[in-house]
Nanobody, 121 residues
Framework: QVQLVESGGGLVQAGGSLRLSCEASGNIYSISVLGWYRQAPGKQREMVAL???????YYAASVQGRFTISRDHAKNTTYLQMNSLKPEDTAIYFC???????????????WGQGTQVTVSS
């Protein structure tokens, strides 16, 4: 069983910053992809940022240049630094990990429970 627990959400004024954290625990042999997604009321869940193989990062066009995804191996935690926040960034933010539980095991995925980010104008 693999668990992802997000934290760091909250209420912030437009132009402000927040840093989300996502701590992974459980039977993890290796993580291949870490990601942050968000879902606003009445909208589909969308990708915000991905970190693949600790080398490659991908960002949604709407957050490019404002958000940064990173990872701390020692703490088994991934972060999303969000700067210059806008009201349209308001959503529930979820982290996701794609991982193996053993060397030759298939890749599995797990979602966190989500953390609310609200940006006021």
């Amino acid at each position: 069983q693999v668990q992802l627990v997000e934290s760091g959400g909250g209420l912030v004024q437009a132009g402000g910053s927040l840093r989300l954290s996502c701590e992974a625990s459980g039977n993890i042999y290796s993580i291949s992809v870490l990601g942050w997604y968000r879902q606003a009321p009445g909208k589909q869940r969308e990708m915000v940022a991905l970190l693949s193989g600790d080398k490659f990062t991908y960002y949604a066009a709407s957050v490019q240049g404002r958000f940064t995804i990173s990872r701390d191996h020692a703490k088994n935690t991934t972060y999303l630094q969000m700067n210059s926040l806008k009201p349209e960034d308001t959503a529930i933010y979820f982290c996701r990990a794609e991982f193996r539980t053993a060397d030759a095991s298939p890749i599995s995925g797990s979602w966190g429970q989500g953390t609310q980010v609200t940006v006021s104008s």
